[in-house]
């Protein structure tokens, strides 16, 4: 409960989590038919990155900050940063005029179509709260778009599988307890059983590396469907005490996701390393079949 994501908006792991989360919406709306979008630590939405918490970490500049400032930017991430001007209409080529930063809330929000569902789950009560208000004032109050103050866990056992059942999920809790990742894989579990067809996109820091390997080789071996993992370090990750990297595995991914990444993460490898041994990488956790 004492988690703000305000000291960590637009850094390095919101940048790979956000580029990845926008192809696989660009990729559920190839098709016509309406979508259920899942959030089940949702934030409050929108940060504001000339506040104090983001000035006093500083963490975005290393993250969307450094992207921003190469030029090549907008045609290597082409949604990623065409959001980012939809919510900061001053936004230059290198990155001045960059002001909001926006949490996955609201580029759910953002790509939703008529007949599309959005369910948003926030256990902060405060930060609910703020939810409501930010997507309030900035896509008006939308029947479409659901909001509960609950815990992200317990709402995947009760709200899927969705309607309609054509999906994402976006998992992405802070990572407070001891025990999360035991936490998290019995929720993936939970929600691969109830919603088989849906997409679920995991995001998790890295920490210390031997560890993550031990955790997704767990859980592997009780997955059923396609697993890709996407990945990105800053430094090497062999220290338990900072999170070096992040990643996301991506159950029952649309195809040729990882062809379509392969090229934005060179280029954010390119931006966003800091020390000799941080590196981004694509690979299959399970097989489809």
Known sequence: MN???AFHAGNFGDVLKHVVLLELLDALHRKPSPVHLLDTHAGIGLYDLAGDEAQRSGEYRFGVGAVLADMAAEKQLPRYVAALKRLN???KPGGSGLRRY???PWLLADSLRPDDRLTLCELH?????ALKRNLAAEFGRDSAVAVHHRDGFEAIKALMPPTPRRGLALIDPAFE???EFEILSKAVLAAQQRWATGQLAVWYPIK???SIESWKSA?????KSETLCIELTVRPAKDARQMSGSGLLVINPPWQLKETLAPMLEFLKSRLIRETGGGTRITTLVKAG
């Open 177 to 179: 307890a001891k025990d």
């Open 89 to 91: 209409p001053e936004l």
């Open 102 to 104: 926006p949490g996955s």
């Open 3 to 5: 988690y703000r994501h």
């Open 125 to 129: 009560p405060q930060d609910a709260e």
């Open 208 to 210: 210390d590396q031997k």
């Open 219 to 223: 859980l592997a071996k009780a997955l």
